[in-house]
C-alpha cells in the first residue's frame, strides 16, 4: 500500500476529525479560533491523528470516539508548536509566516495554553481514567524534553545517546501516545497495546531523526521552513554530532567555535554545511533511522494482517522518504 492509498482510504475519517477541532476552537476570544487556525491549517500532514485513527482500526474498533481523541492530539501538537517558535524564534512555519511573527510571542503562548487546556478538558470529558494517564504523561514528557533541548543548546558535547533521549521525550512520545489511545478505546490486551505504543515510539523517533537530516539537506520551499534552522539556532542535533565525531582536528575546532558564537556568518553555515557533507552526516542519520523504521515495523507482527496494519506500515515508509 502507498501512502497515498492511506490518505484516500482515511479521507472521510479524516475529515470528522477536522470537523471536531473547529468546532471545539470556537471561543469568545476571537484571536483564540485566529491563531489556531492559523497553524491548523498550515499544511501539517495530521500524521499524530493518522496513527491513532489507524491504530484504533487495526485493533478492531469501529465506533467514532477516535475522532475526538485525534482532535486531541493534534491540539496538544498545535499548542507545542506555538510555543517552540517563541522558543526559538521561529520566522516561518509550515511554508507561511510563524504566528508569533504575526500577532507576537504573547499571543502564542496565550492561544498554546488554551490549546492544551481545552485538550485536557476534552479529554476528561471521556471518563476514561487510562486516556487520561496517557495525555497527561505525554504532555508532561514533551515538557521535559524541550527543557532537556533548551539545556543542550550550542553543547557541542553533546552526545548521539543524549540527543536520541532528547528527542524521544520533546517528539516521540506524543505520537507514540496517540497510537496508545488508540488501543485503549479498542479494548486491546496490554500486550498490543505495548507493541502500538513501541511502534510509536520507534516511528516517532525516526519522523523526528528524518526532520534532522531534511534540515540540512532539503530545498527550503519544500521543507516549509528556513533550511539550516537548527544551525541557526544552536541545535545540536544528529547529522552533526556525526560530524563533530568524524571530523579532523580544525574543522572540529572551527565547528565549536561556530556553535559557540551563536551568531554564525554566511560563510560558517555554508562550512557547516561542507562539514555535514563531506562526513555524510545526513547519509548516518537515514542509516539510523531506517533502524528505528525496521523496530517499528516489527512490532506490528503480533497483529492480524489487514487493511489498517498495512497501512502502518505504509505511513512507517512514508515517514523515512517524505521530503515534508
Not at 50 to 58: D, V
Not at 234 to 239: E, N, Q, R, S
Request: hydrophobic share 40%; proline share 3%.
Amino acid at each position: 500500500m502507498e501512502i497515498g492509498e492511506v490518505w484516500k482510504s482515511l479521507e472521510k475519517d479524516l475529515a470528522d476529525v477536522e470537523a471536531c477541532i473547529i468546532t471545539h476552537l470556537a471561543s469568545k476570544a476571537p484571536l483564540i479560533p485566529e491563531v489556531g487556525f492559523h497553524l491548523l491549517k498550515g499544511g501539517g500532514k495530521r500524521i499524530r491523528p493518522l496513527l491513532l485513527l489507524l491504530s484504533a482500526r487495526a485493533c478492531g474498533y469501529r465506533g467514532n470516539r477516535h475522532y475526538l481523541l485525534a482532535g486531541i492530539i493534534e491540539y496538544i501538537h498545535t499548542a507545542s508548536l506555538l510555543h517552540d517558535d517563541v522558543v526559538d524564534e521561529a520566522n516561518m512555519r509550515r511554508g507561511q509566516k510563524s504566528a508569533n511573527r504575526v500577532w507576537g510571542n504573547q499571543a502564542s503562548i496565550l492561544v498554546g495554553d488554551f490549546l492544551y487546556s481545552k485538550a485536557l478538558y476534552l479529554a476528561v470529558r471521556e471518563h476514561n481514567q487510562q486516556i487520561m494517564d496517557v495525555l497527561s504523561e505525554a504532555t508532561t514528557t514533551m515538557s521535559e524534553g524541550e527543557v532537556m533541548q533548551l539545556a543542550h543548546i550550542g553543547n557541542v558535547g553533546i552526545t548521539e545517546e543524549e540527543y536520541i533521549e532528547v528527542i524521544t521525550y520533546k517528539t516521540a512520545a506524543l505520537i507514540s501516545a496517540a497510537c496508545r489511545l488508540g488501543t485503549i478505546i479498542a479494548g486491546a490486551p496490554q500486550e498490543i497495546r505495548n507493541a502500538m505504543t513501541a511502534f510509536g515510539m520507534n516511528i516517532g523517533i525516526a519522523f523526528q531523526l528524518i526532520d534532522d537530516a531534511l534540515d540540512y539537506s532539503a530545498e527550503e520551499r519544500k521543507l516549509g521552513k528556513q533550511v539550516g534552522k537548527d544551525l541557526l539556532e544552536g541545535k545540536i542535533t544528529l547529522p552533526l554530532i556525526h560530524t563533530l565525531m568524524k571530523s579532523g582536528k580544525e574543522e572540529s575546532q572551527r565547528l565549536v567555535r561556530i556553535f559557540k558564537n551563536r551568531r554564525p556568518k554566511p560563510e560558517d553555515v555554508e562550512f557547516v554545511f561542507e562539514c555535514i557533507a563531506n562526513d555524510k552526516g545526513v547519509e548516518y542519520t537515514m542509516e539510523k533511522t531506517q533502524g528505528y523504521i525496521k523496530k517499528a515495523k516489527a512490532s506490528l507482527d503480533c497483529f492480524e494482517p489487514s487493511p489498517a496494519k498495512n497501512a502502518l506500515l505504509a505511513v512507517s515508509d512514508f515517514i523515512y522518504k517524505r521530503e515534508l
